[in-house]
Each structure stands twice: as C-alpha cells, then as structure tokens.
C-alpha cells in the first residue's frame, strides 16, 4: 500500500533550501505534493501590482525548480481555509506541512486549518523559516513586546551570541511526487501580470525573482559590493545596497541564510558586515511589532495621533507626488524610480514619507497603500511599520518634529545631482515645474498641526 502523501503547502517561502516544512517532508519518506493557494479570502490584503509582477515570476521559477527535482507544484486559487483541507482529503495526504507567518489574518486562517486537520487525523505542523527569531522569543525584561529597536537589537544580538539563528537547511537532491497529482490552474489564468498597458518593462530590467536570483544577489554583495556599505549605503546614486528586499520579502531566501552566509569565517566584513545585518534585525523588529500590533497597516500604534488634525487630502498635491512632479528634485526622483524599478533606495524613502505626511499634510496611509501597491518588496510588517516610523505615530518613530528636509538631504547625499538627473532628466530646464508648497511653510504648519498631539 502506497504511503499517504505530504502536502508542502508554499507562502511567503518560495525556496527549496532552507524550507524547514519541504525539508520535513522529505524526511518523512512519502509522495510530496507542493502546493500554492492565491488566496482570495476577504480578510487578507490583496497583493499590489507590482508584487503580483513578482509573484508570477517568483512562482514559474519555483515551479520549474520543482519540477527539475522531480515534483509537482500545484496552483490553486480561493480560499486557503476550503482549499487546504479539501485537497488533503481528497488525496488521502497523511500530513500537511507549511511554514509560518506572522500576520493576525493570516495565523487566524492557518490556526482554523491545523485544527481542522488534527481533528481528521493528520499530522499538521508549521515552522519557522524567515526570520532570525520568531516574533514573542524577545521580549524585555517584563515579558512585554519591544517598541524601541534599538534595545531590541542589543536583546537580539544577546540571545544570537548564546543562541544562534537557526543554521540553513540543504536543499532536496530529489522530491518524490505523487504518481497522479490531481489538477491545479495554469499560472497565467491567475492574470497577475500587467498587460493594458504593461508597465513592468522596468520591472523585467531591473530584476530576476526567483532562489537563483536571490543567491546570485547575495554573493554578488559580499564578495564586493558590501564594502563601504556603513557610509555608501545613504547615497542613492550609488550600487551600494544589496537589493535582497524582494526575495526575502517572498522567501526566495532566508534571513538565516544571509546572516550565516555573511558570518562565514571566510569573509571579514568589519563594520559593514554589522550594519548589513542590522538591516535584518529591523526587518525582524518590523516583525515583531506587526505581531504584537496587528493593525499596523490600518491604525495608528500611538493613539494621541488619532486627535491629528489631518486635512482634507488635496488630490491635486497627491498626483504630483505619486508622478513625482512636485517640484522637489529629490522627492521626484525616488518616486519615479520607484514607478520605473518597483523600488526606491531607503534613504529616499523616507525623504519621499516624511514629504508626504508632513510637507503636504497628507495621511500616512495614503502613502503606505501607493507603496503597496507599486513596491516589489512590498512587505506586510516593513512596509506599514516604516511608515508609522516616518509619520511619526508608530512603534520607534521618527519624532514628529524631525521632518526630513529634501533640499538639506540633496546636499548631503546627492550633492553632484546625479541620482536627481538619473530620474528626472528635465531637471534644470524650463520644462521642470516649480514646487507645489514651500518647504519652510509646510514645516510650520505640521508643526503647528502637531501640537494637538503633543503630551497626550
């Protein structure tokens, strides 16, 4: 009698190494199904255009990778809750096994489904694969959820010297599948690519999804391009980042494979090193606040900022943000790069954040949804975490009165205008339009706004 198969139910994980949930499944020795549900489910966020770009990418790639091993990766769209245990009946599986995330929608759905499938007998488990700890392992002294990252990171770094971050998993040799597989959706009936008009042309140029592309990425930055990357990585004219923020964000890699990866004895990183890791360690902090907050995307984490005196939003001032026309050099070059690449250099970020919600007075979700929306690595912690940093109502905000100064920003990290001329090639002619607010104004008027939260 043949062995009930294991279904590796595929998410925020698309890799073959380091899959602790694939790894188990090869281990317990029976058929594997791999398995991916676009879940539709109305509690969960949709995907942005430029993340469904990356999806459909990221998935053939997975798919072709599968396949090289031997296996099946089976499409399937709906709700993840019906689909899951229905699929495990259906084939008689024995266990399902998936890796886990983080979000309160999404733990709600996936606890409902290994309840469901307990109850029916099977061996249901889920397992840590993403981050370097899982959100409740740091907690202060008083057991209660960090705010501030920077004693957060002091506790990390604590319990990663005692106890490291789980150490990568191999990949397959070979996966066994079903010798029947039942049908799944073809991957281009899910329509998650552009097409009237297709935008992504930038998207195709500047990026490979996909495990293959994500391990190129990362040794192609530590074996060169994380030198200098303390004090280049502000300037955003400049290659110095790593680029990895799409593949981790889909798990094309792991933040354990990059920290054992850069730690290798091999490789002496020096400051480098440590401030690239950081990076880690605030993406996990993102993590750790979504878990503990799980409204980040939707309400303000300080509550005094509910009393913000947010004006009417002025649809005029958010187009010319969003088409970076604002007549802010600065601001209209990360904005048009993010529309170009599906990404923005970090610095900027902020700069184009801080622009937005306090240059213009427009709320920071706003900005947090065109984000999501036009992002690759629009991530569901980082991406409304760093905007509640910016606007200053989230976890470790930015003061409300430390509003970022584009022109003073320009000149410290920009200062020959060439990431400005890179974005904005009229910049300096009669064709680039005149600001649409006065910097020094606006500041005064958000301060003055900001008062009304101030001591509460």
Known sequence: MAAAPTIVWFRDDLRLADNPALHTAVELGAPILCLFVLDDSDELRPLGGASRWWLHHSLEALG???RGL??????????????????AHSIGAGAVLWNRRYGAAEREIDAGIKSELKDAGLDARSFAANLLAEPWEIVTGQGQPYSVFTPFWKASLQRHAANPPRHPLPAPTTL?????????????SWELLPTKPDWAAGLREQWTPGEAGADERLAEFLDGGVTGYAEDRDFPAQPSTSGLSPHLRFGEISSPQIWHTARDGRRHLGDDGATFLKELGWRDFAYHCLFAFPDLATRNWRQAFDRFPWPDVDQDAFDAWTAGKTGIPLVDAGMRELWATGTMHNRIRMVTASFLTKNLLIHWKLGEDWFWDTLVDADPASNPFNWQWVAGSGFDASPYFRIFNPERQRERFDADDAYIKQWVPEFGTPDYPEPIVDLGETRQAALAAYEQVKGA
């Open 70 to 87: 031997g296996g099946t990766l089976l499409l399937r769209s709906g709700s993840a809750a019906t689909i899951v245990p229905e699929l």
């Open 64 to 66: 072709d990778d599968i």
């Open 176 to 188: 066994t599948a079903m010798s029947d597989p039942p049908a799944g959706d073809e991957l281009g």
